[in-house]
């Protein structure tokens, strides 16, 4: 959920949504770190690269998730 997200939950599962939704949001906006930072609860803005960092990581790591992440991007629309 949004507020699952926006928590400051770090249970794995927890973690890497939020993370997926930084990367998103990231790549497919015009927001600036600062400003996504903001919608997770006024993290610091650190938290946008380390989350793109590890989402980049995974992707190259693991196949199946660059596709799943792939058709998410593709399945989403994120105003700009």
Excluded at 10 to 34: E, G, N
Excluded at 43 to 50: G, K, N, P, Y
Excluded at 54 to 78: A, D, K, V, W
């Amino acid at each position: 959920s949004c507020a699952d997200i926006t928590s400051k939950r770090r249970d794995r599962r927890t973690t890497l949504a939020r993370q997926v939704a930084i990367s998103l949001l990231s790549s497919q906006s015009y927001l600036s770190p600062k400003e996504i930072a903001s919608l997770f609860g006024q993290r610091d803005s650190s938290l946008i690269t380390r989350a793109c960092t590890r989402i980049n990581s995974l992707q190259n790591g693991n196949p199946t998730f660059q596709e799943e992440l792939s058709s998410l991007r593709n399945s989403i629309t994120i105003p700009h």
